[in-house]
C-alpha cells in the first residue's frame, strides 16, 4: 500500500525561525513529489520534485528530494505569520490512467510573532 | 490561471438525501480529482476520471459514484447521505499526471 508519512504533525516556533518539514513515502511507480500549502479551504501548488538533489527555491521557501532514501524536506527561512497553514505533501504515481495523489496527513505550521 | 470552481461552500443535508456536488474546471485538463479531508486523515482520493465517462475508484469510493459528461465538469453523488459523510471536499484538476494540481475551494458537507 502506498504510503506518505510527514512529520512532525505539528509545530509551533516565533517568527524569523527557521523550520523544516519532512516527508517520507513508499510508493510504486513513483513520479513526483509535491508540496502543497493550505491556509483556508483548498491547498495551493508550491513545489514538484521529480529529479533527486535538485533544490527548488521559491523566496523563503525551498524543498528537495532525495529518491534513494525516499523523503524530502520544505524548508521555510525567516519565518512569518502568515506561513502559518498546513503543509502538505503528496505523491504522484506514473503509469497509466491520471491516478491521483496519495497525500501524507500535512504538517500543522503556526508561527508565533 | 486554471479555475477549478465548486459550485456551493457549504451544504447541509439529511441522512438519506442524494447530494450532487459540482466541479467546473476552465482550462480544458483531462484529469479531475475529488478527495475528502478529515482532521487526523488528510486527504483521501475518493474517485479520479482522466477523460470524459471514464472513472476509476480511488482509495474510498464506497458510498460514492461519480459522472463525467462533459471534459469540464465532475460531479460527485452522494447516493444517500450519511452522517459519516460529513466532511470537507476538494476537486482538483490537472493537465498531466504528476503535474501540479489545482483544487477548487472545497464544500464543507455537513450530514444531519
Known amino acids: 500500500e502506498d504510503k506518505v508519512v510527514q512529520s512532525p504533525l505539528s509545530l509551533v516556533v516565533h517568527e524569523g525561525d527557521t523550520v523544516t518539514l519532512n516527508c517520507s513515502y513508499e510508493?510504486?511507480?513513483?513520479?513526483?513529489l509535491l508540496w502543497y500549502k493550505q491556509e483556508k479551504k483548498a491547498p495551493t501548488f508550491l513545489f514538484m520534485l521529480?529529479?533527486?538533489?535538485i533544490e527548488k527555491k521559491s523566496g523563503r521557501l525551498s524543498s528537495i528530494l532525495d529518491k534513494k532514501e525516499l523523503f524530502s524536506i520544505l524548508n521555510i527561512t525567516a519565518t512569518q505569520t502568515g506561513d502559518s497553514a498546513i503543509y502538505l505533501c503528496?505523491?504522484?504515481?506514473?503509469?497509466?490512467?491520471?491516478?491521483?495523489?496519495?497525500f501524507g496527513k500535512g504538517t500543522h505550521l503556526i508561527i508565533q510573532p | 490561471d486554471v479555475k477549478v470552481t465548486q459550485s456551493s461552500r457549504y451544504l447541509v443535508k439529511r441522512t438519506g438525501e442524494k447530494v450532487f456536488l459540482e466541479c467546473v474546471q476552465d482550462?480544458?485538463?483531462?484529469?479531475m480529482f475529488w478527495y475528502r479531508q478529515d482532521p487526523g486523515l488528510g486527504l483521501r482520493l475518493i474517485y479520479f476520471?482522466?477523460?470524459?465517462?471514464?472513472?476509476e475508484k480511488g482509495d474510498i469510493p464506497e458510498g460514492y459514484s461519480v459522472s463525467r459528461e462533459k471534459k469540464e465538469r465532475f460531479s460527485l453523488i452522494l447516493e444517500s447521505a450519511s452522517t459519516n459523510q460529513t466532511s470537507m471536499y476538494l476537486c482538483?484538476?490537472?493537465?498531466?499526471?504528476?503535474?501540479?494540481?489545482?483544487f477548487g475551494s472545497g464544500t464543507r458537507l455537513t450530514v444531519v
Open positions: 482538483a484538476s490537472s493537465l498531466r499526471i504528476g503535474r501540479g494540481y489545482t
Open positions: 510508493v510504486t511507480n513513483f513520479r513526483s
Open positions: 521529480t529529479s533527486s538533489g
Open positions: 503528496a505523491s504522484a504515481l506514473g503509469g497509466g490512467g491520471a491516478d491521483g495523489l496519495t
Open positions: 482550462m480544458d485538463h483531462e484529469n
Open positions: 476520471s482522466y477523460d470524459v465517462k471514464m472513472k
